[in-house]
């Protein structure tokens, strides 16, 4: 059974470019979630989506997107890269009916290293 | 005041000794509360998970969460040092279902 997978694991980009992340969710999850950690800091919760829509958003600006498809994958969009971007981006997965309860029912993947230059 | 708060550390401790790890929250509705271990250049990986008041043991780790004071601490024993590396406090929301994070406290186990 496979985990959540993220790709690619490492890529450098250019400021101003644009950047697309993959994450495929845990089989059997349908909820997935993103966030992003900077060098020294702990993860920061971008956005969930869930039924192929955002359904909670963190306090990232708009050139932060995303898409769900009807295979739970999904993607993240960062427009316009900043120095400040470089991090680790990472996926987590869920399934809804496990999300507002206790437990330990969230899975992370190994995560993407964006480098901007 | 930060949502998940944690000590950023260093802290350092001998082989062998017991290293104590500390972390306070701010949303009371918080239901879940996690302890991963993230080495340098990996992911955060899930050791500890805590959702009732008291202790939790699972081998040389102990969790322990007291709710009235919105404090959840993680102790290991006999530190090695291969236990060197940051450790991430999270806590999940029960009204958002998400995971909010403290910045991390970095151990260094020294032989």
């Known amino acids: 059974d496979a985990g959540v997978t993220q790709s690619p694991t490492h890529l450098i980009k250019t400021r101003g470019q644009q950047v697309t992340l993959r994450c495929s969710p845990k089989?059997?999850?349908?909820?997935v979630s993103w966030y992003q950690q900077a060098l020294g800091q702990g993860p920061q919760f971008i956005f969930q989506?869930?039924?192929?829509?955002?359904?909670q958003r963190g306090n990232f600006p708009d050139r932060f997107s995303g898409h769900q498809f009807p295979n739970y994958s999904s993607e993240l969009n960062v427009n316009a890269l900043l120095l400040g971007d470089s991090a680790l981006y990472l996926c987590?997965?869920?399934?809804?009916?496990?999300?507002?309860?206790?437990?330990?029912?969230?899975?992370f993947g190994e995560g993407s290293w964006l480098t901007v230059v | 005041q930060k949502e998940v708060e944690q000590n950023s550390g260093p802290l350092s401790v001998p082989e062998g000794a017991i290293a104590s790890l500390n972390c306070t929250y701010s949303?009371?509705?918080?239901?879940?509360f996690f302890w991963y271990r993230q080495y340098s250049g990996k992911s955060p990986e899930l050791i500890m998970s805590?959702?009732?008041?008291g202790d939790k043991e699972d081998g040389r780790f102990t969790a322990q969460l007291n709710k009235a004071s919105q404090y959840v601490s993680l102790l290991i024993r006999d530190s090695q040092p291969s236990d060197s590396a940051t450790y991430l406090c999270?806590?999940?929301?029960?009204?958002?279902?998400?995971?909010?994070f403290g910045q991390g406290t970095t151990l260094q186990v020294k032989p």
């Open positions: 089989s059997g999850h349908d909820t």
């Open positions: 987590a997965s869920t399934s809804l009916r496990d999300l507002f309860t206790a437990g330990n029912t969230i899975y």
């Open positions: 999270a806590v999940k929301s029960g009204n958002t279902g998400k995971l909010i």
């Open positions: 949303d009371r509705v918080s239901q879940s």
């Open positions: 805590i959702y009732s008041n």
């Open positions: 989506y869930y039924e192929e829509e955002e359904r």
